[in-house]
């Protein structure tokens, strides 16, 4: 239920004890905060194109870097596997 600005003020001073001065104040801190969210939103669009890059970025270079040392071990393990297959070789042979 919406309650009409007067009735509202009226409710605050009379039940609640309230002062007009109190009710301002309350007033401008919720202003201060509503602006503050709306500048932080604004922000937010022009900051995250910048942030997206940045994680674009660094997720490229994390993906080279896991990629080399997949390729070196993946190298590794595959001249084991043939130094092994050499060595079955040689026992069958002898």
């Given amino acids: 239920m919406i309650l009409p600005r007067d009735v509202r003020q009226s409710m605050l001073r009379k039940e609640w004890d309230i002062s007009q001065s109190q009710i301002a104040a309350a007033v401008r801190a919720n202003i201060k905060i509503k602006n503050q969210r709306r500048t932080t939103v604004n922000n937010l669009s022009k900051s995250s194109r910048v942030e997206e890059a940045f994680e ?14 997949t390729t070196k071990e993946l190298d590794k393990l595959e001249k084991q596997a043939k130094m092994a297959e050499e060595q ?6 002898s």
């Fill in 56 to 69: 674009n970025a660094t997720r490229k270079v994390m993906k080279g870097l896991l990629l080399r040392n």
């Fill in 88 to 93: 079955k070789k040689e026992l069958e042979t």
